[in-house]
């Protein structure tokens, strides 16, 4: 069912979205890889070409919606639609509010929240025309759990989890379909950008202990896309997770 699918993936240069597109890549996906890190993406997506399967590389900061449109024009000049959005990229500088690390407030709120909204608005009015589409959000177990040190992450990634609910009901008429994903503990880059060095030593030894590759996020964005009916997406108002998730 992956097969000849059109998937855009924001956050593609590293960790889990590199990770999903390696996967949906081998399963015949037409992958369309988006990140700031030109040579990463570059890099993967002659990796997936060079073993036969279908990629192009778009740079793209999601903090600028014109790089969203571009991403996904791309995807539809080049493979003819957009089957799927999975809007990834997340950053996690996590620090106690007092300490005012208020430029990094800033950075998640732009990336984690605006940047999965102008993922949205790219795609819609393609989906819609459509009448077809699946939009995956990148929440978190920190949308749904509050821990100290992440107020201002926790507050974009339950922003994911509300925009989302409010989007499926807004478009489940079109037969577009929206899900969330709510990973925990996964071992990728997310903890090397933390500034605060206490910060960042103790998440590190808390992900060391629990953590689970992030090949393991494989699983979680090729069953939603495959099987969406089984999927959170078809849940009206609901954020539980999908059936087949296992972290
Ligand atoms: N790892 C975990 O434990 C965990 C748990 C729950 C949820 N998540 C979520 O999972 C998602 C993927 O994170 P990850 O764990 O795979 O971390 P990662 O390896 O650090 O990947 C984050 C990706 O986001 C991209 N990104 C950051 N800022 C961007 C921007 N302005 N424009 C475009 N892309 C940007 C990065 O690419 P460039 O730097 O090249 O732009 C990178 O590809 C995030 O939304 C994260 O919040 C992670």
């Known amino acids: 069912m992956i097969k000849d699918k059109v998937v855009v993936i924001t956050g593609a ?5 590199a990770a999903a597109a390696r996967h949906l890549a081998a399963k015949g996906a037409n992958v369309v890889l988006g ?3 030109s040579d990463r993406i570059d890099a ?11 990629a192009v590389a778009v740079t793209t900061d999601v903090t600028r919606r014109e790089d969203l449109r571009t991403l996904v024009d791309t995807a539809v000049e080049t493979y003819g ?3 799927v959005l999975i809007n990834n990229a997340g950053v996690m500088p996590l620090s106690p509010l007092d300490r005012l690390k208020i430029d990094e407030w800033d950075q998640m709120i732009d990336v984690n929240l605006k940047g999965v909204l102008y ?44 925009l989302s609910g409010g989007l499926r009901e807004e478009v489940a008429a079109d037969n577009i379909r929206v899900t969330i994903i709510s990973p925990g503990a996964v071992k990728t880059e997310l903890h090397d950008h ?39 997406s078809t849940r009206s108002s ?10």
Do not use: C, W
């Open 238 to 247: 609901s954020d539980r997770r999908p059936r087949n998730s296992d972290i």
């Open 81 to 83: 639609r957009i089957d």
């Open 35 to 37: 990140a700031r890190r």
């Open 119 to 162: 993922g949205i608005a790219a795609a819609l009015p393609y989906m819609k025309a459509q009448k077809s589409g699946h939009i995956i959000n990148l929440s978190s177990v920190a949308g749904h759990k509050l821990f100290g040190g992440s107020a201002v992450y926790s507050a974009t990634k339950s922003g994911v989890r509300a």
């Open 194 to 232: 933390i500034s605060e060095k206490d910060i960042q030593q103790a998440n590190r030894e808390f992900a060391a202990k629990i953590a689970v590759p992030a090949e393991t996020f494989d699983r979680l964005v090729a069953s939603p896309s495959v099987n969406p009916r089984t999927s959170a």
């Open 13 to 17: 240069s590293s960790g889990m979205g």
């Open 44 to 54: 993967l997506a002659a990796e997936i070409t060079e073993a036969g399967g279908k």
